[in-house]
């Protein structure tokens, strides 16, 4: 299970996407914002973030443990890709509202990017799973 390489890019992408509860979106202070009243922008500030963080996270760590099936680790990887893009669009949506109502007092912080990185991350445990089954069919036909 760990030793397969599409098993540590699932977990850097669970790594990543639980790491957006540490690391803010963006800093700046604001009294017209409701959301830049504490100074920071981060995942706490809406329950659509949180609940996508939490599903992305947890999506890439259920799927190490589908190693078995590498059909069904594969889709459920690939819903993974699809929830952590839709973080990063939602996430990158409210930043830009934000900055927008801030009058450009947020500044970006590096949890706008853990995102981008679950996707890439979970991008290389497709191709690496794709690349497994693959080479089960070939040693399969040998037999």
Not at 58 to 71: D, H, T, W
Not at 96 to 119: I, R
């Amino acid at each position: 299970m760990i030793q397969r390489i599409q098993s540590i890019f699932l977990f850097l992408a669970g790594t990543a996407s639980f790491g957006q509860f540490g690391l803010p979106y963006g800093n700046g202070q604001s009294e017209t914002v409701a959301a830049l009243a504490d100074g920071r922008f981060n995942v706490f500030d809406n329950i659509g973030l949180i609940s996508l963080a939490v599903g992305g996270g947890l999506i890439s760590l259920i799927a190490i443990f589908l190693y078995k099936n590498r059909a069904v680790q594969t889709k459920v990887t690939n819903a993974g890709i699809l929830v952590s893009v839709g973080l990063l669009g939602f996430a990158a949506f409210l930043f830009k509202q934000h900055y927008d109502a801030s009058a450009g007092v947020l500044q970006a912080g590096l949890g706008l990017g853990l995102p981008l990185v679950s996707v890439i991350f979970q991008w290389l445990a497709a191709r690496n799973i794709k690349k497994d089954e693959k080479l089960v069919r070939s040693m399969d036909r040998l037999r």
